[in-house]
Antibody
Framework: QLQLQESGPGLVKPSETLSLTCNVS??????????WGWIRQPPGGGLEWIAS???????YNNPSLKSRVTMSVDTSKNQFSLKLSSVSAADAAVYYC??????????????????WGQGTLVSVSS | SYELTQPPSVSVSPGQTARITCARD??????TYWYQQKSGQAPVLVIY???KRPSGIPGRFSGSSSGTVATLTISGAQVEDEGDYYC???????????FGTGTKVTVL
């Protein structure tokens, strides 16, 4: 079955760039109709969508983070990645990768994150 | 801005009904999804497209939507239903995904 696994440094220094990778196993990341996304959750806080990407490379970003976020996809490795620049303490969070599925329902475009990785904790400290 | 507002907490006794609301701006209708998150775990979808239940989710979970408010109902709440619940919707032709502020459900 499809599984997602986040990986990357657990500690990033302020002002540096956070880099995470999500490895997808059990299915091809290039399967039509499936997008791939990142969501984060600060300690004790709520969920925040960061960005999503299609295997073509088209990305969708949260406007509140847009200027600092870069997503990429590597279909040969069946993985996708997140880079968040100029991090601060406010970026400390558990970062989840997830499959992002879009559908048209009753004429409305809608989406859901139907499969999630276990999450990886990223701290920001010098 | 697109915001989904939920009550911070809901508390019920075992066997009672818990209702969690998700209020959005007066924008065109959007479908609402509900996620359950238990401590230290990734979120799990419990309701999709306003009122549909994924396979494996107990029948005590139901969803509804009227106007600008979506509601998740847990009928006959169990202790194992404790956790945080988030509503979710998609906006702007799919370019924007928004989670609600989250509700902590306590069953005791």
């Amino acid at each position: 079955q499809l599984q997602l696994q986040e990986s990357g440094p657990g500690l990033v220094k302020p002002s540096e760039t956070l880099s995470l990778t999500c490895n997808v196993s059990g299915d091809s990341i290039s399967r039509d109709g499936f997008h791939w996304g990142w969501i984060r959750q600060p300690p004790g806080g709520g969920l925040e969508w960061i960005a999503s990407i299609y295997h073509s490379g088209r990305t969708y970003n949260n406007p509140s983070l847009k200027s600092r976020v870069t997503m990429s996809v590597d279909t040969s490795k069946n993985q996708f990645s997140l880079k968040l620049s100029s991090v601060s303490a406010a970026d400390a969070a558990v970062y989840y990768c997830a499959r992002h599925v879009f559908r048209v329902v009753q004429g409305l475009l809608t989406s859901q994150f139907d499969l999630w990785g276990q999450g990886t904790l990223v701290s920001v400290s010098s | 801005s697109y915001e989904l507002t939920q009550p911070p907490s809901v508390s019920v006794s075992p066997g009672q009904t818990a209702r969690i609301t998700c209020a959005r701006d007066a924008l065109p209708k959007r479908h609402t999804y509900w996620y359950q998150q238990k401590s230290g775990q990734a979120p799990v979808l419990v309701i999709y497209e306003d009122d549909k239940r994924p396979s494996g989710i107990p029948g005590r979970f139901s969803g509804s939507s009227s106007g600008t408010v979506a509601t998740l109902t847990i009928s006959g709440a169990q202790v194992e239903d404790e956790g945080d619940y988030y509503c979710y919707s998609t906006y702007s032709s799919g370019d924007l995904s928004v989670f609600g502020t989250g509700t902590k459900v306590t069953v005791l």
